[in-house]
């Protein structure tokens, strides 16, 4: 009877016992599946550090057989240490888990660990020991992460940064950056050299301030602007510029631009301030000396006594010189406005009514072309009277070749032009009176010459008839006073003789000369009036000619004739086609041969151009050629004229070696 319940209670117990030990198997495999879906590698020793346990991701990581894996002292630590831990880091990692088995502490460091197929892998572990009741440990937990990804992260962003620091340190400016109160946080290397060269009692201080860097930094002048910018930056958030003189190490200063940037947070506030310095020292003493060459161009622009001005590759005037304003009676305000005057407005306003539109039509056909501008006009003074101007432009081209400005300028020729014309009248009046006073003094001594055999032919006629008359008649004298008659109109005919001797060849004194001597002589003589005329003389002339027999003045005479009637037919003609040629060459075995050849308007009716007392000059005599063709043909010489193939006229000679006989 006693015995039933105790039995019973034996019974009981094992039933719960059972359950138990159920229960904590199902509560060991949850756990032991939980373990392994941890996103982590778990890992179990003892407590002398031999490895019990690895989850089921860190077997699959380092490759381990899996019925091994819950063995006790299913490996020695230094083997699995040696043979899964990176080479660099074994030692480090073998020391720490030593010291930590020894003392009893946590366990905490980063290394590489070997994967299964061979990849070092940067791993962050964790370690913990579990004591018992009497704090003796009873086992060791660890726990590591796979965190290479992230260790390639930070080692980019660290090589990046050094990279950055480097091109910052590298660059020619001078980088900073301040948190939001101003304290400075980071200068580059140019930058801490530069203050360490000249406030190192400044860069001793941990953390010197912005203000204060200033200060000690800029130009007295300069300070206060450059304070005012930074708290205008400051309290509005917004960006700056400054510019400012900045001490260098031997005390000078030079010119330097900052400018400086907010740099936000997601919401919008101010964290830190960055800032970049440039020397712009150079640019701006650059500028200041250009800025003086161009008050002292400017300068020279309005003294030179020439009216200047400047247009737009369309042709709107930009600029006019001071003197060309108050020619023109502008405001000079306004003359320097771009844009300040419509070209046709100008033109009509300033130019003569008779030349404005053939001057918009000349600027209108070099705006198209691109061709250099060049014309005569009037324009109008301030005053209202029109004066002649010579003007000329051309276009300043970019390196494509394209037209950016118009510069021209013009000179006043009004008084040179109405000095020409009353020259021009003085010397047609002079030619009138000179040949007037040439036909006068010819008169004059024609009949001075004449007139005393005329007036014995009379007197003598008269006693003649006297004595005819006479009873008886004297016939003895009549006779001698007829035969006084007869030598009185011969003396008469002797006067005209001499006269008709221009046209006719006679004999001369003459001597052996040399005819390109004699040529160069006139060109020397004449060389004042060709000048003046803007004729070039070229001349040709065969060397060692032999000398020609020939009266020397004559032949002078007849080459001034020749050279002067070239000049005066190369007057219409303009530019450089305003030539005379002269040239000698021998013309055959026994005579030389003599052109003057002109770049003139030609003869209109060569035929007749030799004969006396034809001319188409409108006050010519008509005798320069007919009296040279005499002198020629008086020296057995011939001469004759041609018209050239292009323009102009050749008038040629010959003389012969030996003189010829008069004609």
Request: a negative charge; proline letters at 5%; glycine letters at 8%.
């Amino acid at each position: 009877m006693v015995a039933v319940p105790s039995q019973q209670g034996l019974a009981i117990d094992s039933n719960v016992y059972e359950r138990t030990v159920a229960a904590l198997r199902d509560r060991e495999r949850e756990l032991s599946h939980l373990v392994d879906m941890v996103p982590s590698h778990v890992w179990r020793l003892q407590p002398d550090g031999e490895p019990t346990f690895f989850n089921r991701r860190m077997v699959d990581f380092l490759g381990l057989d899996v019925a091994d894996t819950g063995k006790p002292g299913m490996t020695r630590l230094a083997a699995m240490i040696e043979a899964t831990v990176h080479p660099d880091d074994t030692a480090a990692f073998a020391d720490a888990l030593g010291c930590c088995l020894q003392t009893g502490g946590p366990f905490a460091m980063r290394y590489r660990l070997r994967r299964a197929d061979g990849v070092y892998r940067w791993m962050s572990s964790r370690a913990e020991a579990m004591r018992d009741q009497n704090g003796r440990i009873i086992q060791w937990y660890g726990l590591c992460h796979d965190i290479d990804d992230q260790m390639q992260v930070e080692e980019a962003l660290r090589q990046g940064k050094q990279q950055l620091q480097e091109t910052m340190d590298a660059v020619p400016i001078r980088i900073w950056s301040a948190t939001s109160t101003g304290g400075p946080v980071y200068f580059n290397k140019r930058y801490r050299d530069h203050l360490h060269s000249v406030v190192p009692h400044l860069m001793d201080v941990e953390e010197p301030r912005i203000d204060t860097l200033l200060q000690e930094l800029v130009h007295p002048e300069d300070a206060p602007e450059v304070m005012r910018v930074l708290q205008d930056t400051s309290t509005t958030g917004g960006a700056g510029l400054m510019r400012f003189r900045w001490r260098e190490k031997d005390g000078a200063y030079r010119w330097a631009e900052c400018r400086v940037e907010p740099r936000r947070d997601q919401s919008g506030a101010i964290v830190q301030w960055y800032g970049v310095s440039l020397d712009i020292d150079d640019e701006v003493r650059a500028r200041e000396g250009l800025r003086d060459r161009e008050r002292e161009l400017s300068q020279f622009v309005d003294m030179v006594p020439i009216y200047l001005w400047r247009l737009t590759s369309e042709g709107e005037p930009n600029f006019l010189n001071k003197r060309l304003i108050d020619f023109l009676g502008l405001d000079l305000v306004d003359a320097d406005t771009p844009g300040m005057s419509r070209l046709g407005a100008f033109i009509a306003a300033a130019v003569h009514p008779d030349d404005a539109a053939g001057l918009g039509q000349a600027l209108n056909r070099c705006f198209i072309t691109g061709e250099s501008f060049s014309m005569k006009y009037r324009l109008r003074r301030s005053d209202g009277v029109y004066r002649w101007m010579e003007g000329s432009a051309e276009p300043m081209r970019d390196q494509g070749g394209r037209i950016v400005q118009w510069y021209g300028l013009c000179h006043d020729i009004d008084d040179r032009l109405h000095a020409e014309d009353a020259l021009r009248r003085a010397s047609d009046k002079l030619a009138r009176a000179t040949q007037a006073a040439s036909l006068a003094e010819l008169s004059a001594s024609i009949a001075h010459e004449v007139n005393q055999p005329l007036a014995a032919i009379v007197a003598n006629s008269h006693a003649c008839h006297r004595w005819l008359s006479a009873e008886p008649p004297n016939l003895e004298r009549a006779k001698i006073t007829a035969e006084r008659i007869t030598r009185d109109a011969n003396a008469a005919a002797d006067v005209i003789s001499h006269i008709r001797a221009l046209f006719r060849r006679t004999p001369h004194a003459r001597s052996p000369e040399d005819v390109n001597r004699l040529i160069g002589e006139v060109c020397r003589l004449m060389a004042d009036e060709i000048a003046a005329k803007g004729i070039r003389v070229e001349t040709a002339l065969e060397p060692e000619l032999p000398p020609v027999a020939l009266d020397r003045v004559q032949l002078q005479q007849v080459l001034v004739n020749l050279i002067r009637n070239g000049v005066e037919a190369m007057e219409p003609v303009a530019g450089g086609a305003r030539l005379l040629r002269i040239h000698s060459c021998c013309e055959g075995a026994d005579a030389i041969r003599i052109e003057v050849r002109d770049a003139g308007t030609g003869f209109k009716d060569p035929e007749r151009v030799l004969e006396p007392f034809f001319t188409t000059k409108p006050h010519g005599m008509g005798m320069g050629l007919a009296i040279c063709r005499s002198i020629i043909e008086a020296h057995g010489g011939r001469l004759w004229t041609a018209s050239n193939e292009t323009c102009g006229a050749t008038v040629a000679f010959t003389l012969p070696l030996a003189a010829g006989e008069p004609g």
